[in-house]
């Protein structure tokens, strides 16, 4: 009888005992997202890499009394590979931050190879884990990590996901100003992809479909640049860091959920995509329905309004330039 119960406790498909690991932990996403995933009652295995400061985090996060244990590790020893070996979830939140005048873009050519290298090490020592890339600009290292994947013949499209929760989070928030609602009743499903003019918040299919023009124009405008507040706000400080925290933490606890074979778990998230494919669009956010395989169905867009029609259009251009300058990237440098 005993037997049989610890049996079920660790069959892989009831499970609700994770191991997640945080690489770029010591961060400022890195702490508090790694702090959120501390309070997360199905992580039992927290571990934290980062260059400088992985164990001190780790232990730190170590006293609080949940039932995970929390492990830190640095460069030094293979830290990387014994971080990463047995992970159920991965979070990269590792590379440069946006100063005032940047684009997502101009982080590139920093955060390229770092992404890259992370999903080396991630195919070799968690080549089943689930994926979840918040390093930017996210349309182009997810690309990124699929190559790597490939690669190193591992790459299973279910389980890579481009982090694009803030903007969701963003779009609650953005639209209950406006329209003077608790944000925790708006939910708006935001497509696309994760930079300007490629995040399309879908607000026609909310309640408040009839906005003014000027204030649902500008409500898309927020939207779509409310990264920017941030990056002006901190003054060469960085990019959000504590609303990333929530929302990566909230994405990864939904990719937990499904792989834990929970019911209906939907979010708008990055992923290859088949909705545009036919059009050269490999990667694409939309709403999709987490498993225990990871994606397990991608919702097609909706009824659109004219506007978001055009919007999608214009953010398909971008996204194809961005995925292919991350392909192209690993092609050269692999
Ligand atoms: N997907 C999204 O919605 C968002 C993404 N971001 C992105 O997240 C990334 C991190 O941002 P912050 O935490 O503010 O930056 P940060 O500079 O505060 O932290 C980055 C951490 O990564 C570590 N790191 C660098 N290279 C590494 C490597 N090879 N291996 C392991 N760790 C490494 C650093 O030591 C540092 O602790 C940036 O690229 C930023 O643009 C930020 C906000 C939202
Ligand atoms: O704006 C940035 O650089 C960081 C980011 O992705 C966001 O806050 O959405």
Known sequence: ?????????????????????VLGAAGGIGQPLSLLMKLNPK?????????????????DLSHIPTNS??????????GLATALKGSDVVLIP?????????????????????VRDLAKAAAENCPNASLLIISNPVNS????????????GVYNP??????????????????SEVVGTNPANETVTVVGGHSGV?????????????????????????????????????????????????????MAGSVL??????????????????????????????????????????HPLGTLSSVEEEMVATAKETLKKNIQKGIDFVKANP
């Open 94 to 114: 590792a590379g440069v931050p946006r100063k005032p005048g940047m684009t997502r873009d101009d982080l590139f050519n920093t955060n390229a190879s770092i």
């Open 257 to 298: 959920k499904g792989l834990a074979g929970e019911a209906d778990i939907t979010e708008p998230t990055f992923i290859d995509s088949p909705l545009f494919k036919s059009e050269g669009v490999e990667f694409f956010s939309s709403r999709v329905t987490l498993g225990p395989e990871g994606v397990k169905e991608v």
């Open 43 to 59: 992580v039992t295995q927290l571990s934290l890499y980062d260059l400088r400061l992985g164990k001190g985090v780790a232990t």
């Open 158 to 175: 279910k389980k890579l996901f481009g982090v694009t929760t803030l903007d969701v989070l963003r779009s609650s928030r953005f639209l």
């Open 198 to 250: 490629t995040i399309v918040p879908l607000l026609s299919q909310t309640k408040h479909k009839d906005l003014p023009k000027e204030q649902y124009d500008a409500l898309v405008h927020r939207i779509q640049f409310g990264g920017d507040e941030v990056v002006q706000a901190k003054d060469g400080a960085g990019s959000a860091t504590l609303s990333m925290a929530q929302a990566g933490a909230r």
């Open 141 to 152: 290292t997810v690309p990124i990590v699929s190559e790597v994947l490939k690669s190193k």
């Open 69 to 78: 244990t929390v492990t830190g590790y640095g460069p030094e020893n293979d």
């Open 1 to 21: 009888m005993f037997s049989q119960i610890s049996t079920r406790q660790f069959s892989s498909s009831a499970r609700n005992a994770y191991k997640v690991t």
